[in-house]
């Protein structure tokens, strides 16, 4: 669908539904959270992103980047303690 939305906006026909196409992609792609998990005031969990070739060739990498990657995010934020639960989730899950 998104190709479609897409060839149609650059063919000068503005969609909508359900948003603008780049907010549409933004927000399906669960991008938005590694964006602003940062940024203590949006109260969002600490967040990362992976990509799926390398969690389908190598998931213990896939894994353990991750991790690193939270527990720097986890210093940027001046964050206490263990990393004892996390959460992952996979961007446009929806498919």
């Not at 650059?10 to 196409?21: A, D, E, N, Y």
């Not at 990657?69 to 498919?95: F, Q």
């Amino acid at each position: 669908l998104f190709p479609l939305v897409q060839r149609m906006e650059s063919s000068g026909i503005p969609t909508r539904w359900p948003h603008p196409l780049q907010l549409w992609k933004l927000l399906t792609s669960k991008e938005w959270m590694a964006q602003l998990c940062i940024c203590e005031q949006f109260q969002i969990p600490l967040t990362t992103c992976i990509s799926k070739g390398l969690v389908l060739r190598d998931p213990t990498k896939a894994a353990q980047m991750a991790l690193e990657t939270l527990s720097i995010l986890k210093k940027d934020r001046n964050l206490d303690g263990k990393m004892s639960e996390v959460v992952a989730k996979l961007g446009y899950s929806y498919e």
